[in-house]
């Protein structure tokens, strides 16, 4: 079995795939100061509760968007899965040109939506990953990645606002019935959500206009659901498209 990690900055993704099949994933949150055991004890306590067995797993393939992670993760493959990492990064063979200055610049989670937008929804494609930060991801008519946007995440908005702001306080991430908020929460809350919904709209129309033709939307990350349901710009939610991605990359590279 193959098992990939999403490794972000707010959680880690994981997927245990047996072949094709996504027969196992969970989210939890991310401790840059978390150590192999850690990090490898906690991954084979849920396999465990899933009924799969840690030693069924004979490949891994890793995003990680947290540098400080890289050792304690290739800790965590070789001492408890007993087997190399491969991880993203610049060298790895994707299948998709990427049409970036610096193609080393992209990060494995954006080309791994990319790669998994084109095969399971064709291109074009425009997938928006609700994550720490909010990034937005190009596949153009002819099936390269041609790069995206980055907005800061609708959870780091919320904590700039209120650490800067001494009378507002946190809310949920709900939508209030109407845009006009008729106290401080709703209108925090309206800001928040219907504000972002316009970001998020704003955004995939000039990308659509750039690509051309007509870009499949594909939503995914924590807030995908929520944002997706006050918009019509999102044609499809699909919270695995990142670990199919990660598949796809490993079968391109075994």
Same mark, same amino acid.
């Given at each position: 079995m +193959?098992?990939?990690?999403?490794v972000g900055n707010t959680h880690i993704v994981v997927g245990v795939f047996d072949g094709e099949r996504l027969v196992a994933d969970f989210r939890v949150h991310t401790d840059a100061r978390a150590t192999g055991d850690e990090l490898g004890l906690l991954l084979t306590d849920l396999l465990d509760r899933a009924d799969l067995e840690a030693d069924a797993v004979n490949a891994v393939i890793i995003s990680n968007g947290v540098p400080? +992670?890289?050792? !304690?993760?290739?800790?965590?493959?070789?001492?408890y899965?007993?087997?190399a990492?491969?991880?993203? =990064? !610049? =060298?790895i063979r994707t299948g998709i040109r990427i049409q970036y200055d610096d193609p080393?610049? @992209?990060?494995?989670d954006r080309i791994a939506n990319a790669i998994a937008a084109r095969h399971l929804y064709g291109a074009p494609a425009i997938v928006v990953d609700f994550g720490t930060a909010t990034t937005f991801d190009c596949v153009g008519t002819d099936g390269d990645y041609l790069g995206g946007a980055i907005a800061p995440g609708i959870q780091i908005s919320l904590d700039a606002l209120v650490s800067h702001a001494a009378? +507002?306080?946190? @809310?949920?991430?709900?939508? !209030?019935?109407?845009?006009i908020g008729h106290s401080t929460t709703a209108s925090v809350q309206s800001g928040l959500m219907y504000g972002y919904v316009s970001l998020v709209e704003g955004l995939i129309a000039r990308l659509?206009?750039?690509? =051309?033709?007509? !870009?499949?939307?594909i939503a995914t990350g =924590?807030?995908?659901?929520?944002?997706?349901?006050?918009?019509?710009?999102i044609d499809v939610v699909d919270q695995d498209v990142t670990l199919t991605g990660l598949r796809l990359i490993y079968l391109q590279n075994v």
């Open positions: +193959l098992l990939a990690l999403d400080a +992670l890289a050792r !304690p993760l290739e800790e965590l493959t070789t001492r899965f007993h087997t990492p491969m991880f993203v =990064g !610049p =060298g080393r610049q @992209v990060g494995g009378r +507002l306080t946190r @809310v949920e991430f709900v939508a !209030p019935p109407t845009a659509k206009r750039e690509i =051309g033709g007509a !870009p499949k939307v =924590g807030l995908a659901e929520p944002i997706s349901n006050l918009t019509t710009a």
